[in-house]
C-alpha cells in the first residue's frame, strides 16, 4: 500500500564527503517507497556533490548556513511532509509509519526523541534531559529531525535566516499553531561533537547559549561565541 502522504527529506550539508555516502544510502528505502531525498550543499569544495548526487533525487547548492540551505531545500520539494535532518542524524527504521500517524493527527509539526551514538552511560542521560525538556517545553532542535506539514512552513515562511538557533526559533513559532506530534522512537545523532570538545563542557555551551538567546541576545552574537568556544577546545 502507498503512504498516504508525499515526504520530502531535505538535509543540508557542507564538506561532508566522509559521511554523506553512509548518509544518503541509509535514506535509500524511504525514496524505494517513492519518497523525495533532497540534499542542500552550502558550498562544499570537496566531493560532497559528486558523490551526493546519484544517491538522491536533486542536489541544490546554496549559500552556507542550516536556515538558508533548508529553505533553498523547501523551495523546491515537492512533498506535503517536509522533513529536516541533519547528516550526521539517523532515521528509525520505522520512520514512515510513525509520520503516517502523524499524518492522521491534527497536529501540525513534530519530531522523534534523540539519543546520541555511543555506549557512555552520560551520552544516555543527556539524551533523555534533551527529550524530556523538549517534551515539557515543546521547542526541539535541528538534531531531532524537525517535520512540519507543507503549507504551515509556507505560512511561517520557514526558516528565518540566522547563524544560530534557528531551530529553536522556527519551534517557537511553530508551537503557536499547535504542541509538537512527539515521536518517542528516537533518530541517532553522532556524539562525535560531545567526544571531541568534551561531554560536560559542551552541555554547559549548549545551555550557555540558549540561556543568552532567551534573555535576547542576537543569534550573531551567540554565533561568534560558539565558533570562539569550539576553536578554543580544539586547541
Known sequence: MPDPFSLSVIVPVWMEA?????????????????????????????????????????????????????????AVAKGDLLLFLHAD???????????????????????????????????????????????????CTGDQAIFVRRDVFDLLDGFHQMPLMEDVEFSRRLCLVSHPFCIKEPVVTDSRRWQKYGAWR?????????????????????????RSDVRNASK
Open 202 to 226: 559542551t552541555i554547559f555551551l549548549m545551555w550557555q547559549l540558549r540561556w543568552r538567546y532567551w534573555r535576547g541576545e542576537s543569534p550573531e552574537s551567540l554565533a561568534q561565541i560558539y
Open 18 to 74: 566522509a559521511g554523506v555516502t553512509d548518509t544518503l544510502r541509509a535514506l535509500q528505502p524511504i525514496r524505494n517507497r517513492g519518497h523525495e531525498l533532497v540534499v542542500v550543499d552550502g558550498g562544499s569544495t570537496d566531493r560532497t556533490v559528486e558523490l551526493a548526487r546519484p544517491l538522491c533525487d536533486r542536489v541544490v547548492v546554496s549559500e552556507k548556513g542550516r536556515a538558508l540551505q533548508m529553505n533553498a531545500g523547501a
Open 89 to 139: 542524524t539517523r532515521l528509525p527504521e520505522e520512520a514512515l509509519e510513525h509520520l503516517a500517524s502523524f499524518v492522521h493527527s491534527r497536529r501540525a509539526w513534530g519530531r522523534f526523541d534523540v539519543r546520541l551514538s555511543g555506549e557512555r552511560l552520560l551520552f544516555r542521560v543527556i539524551a533523555w534531559f534533551m527529550n524530556q525538556r523538549s517534551r515539557l517545553s515543546g521547542i
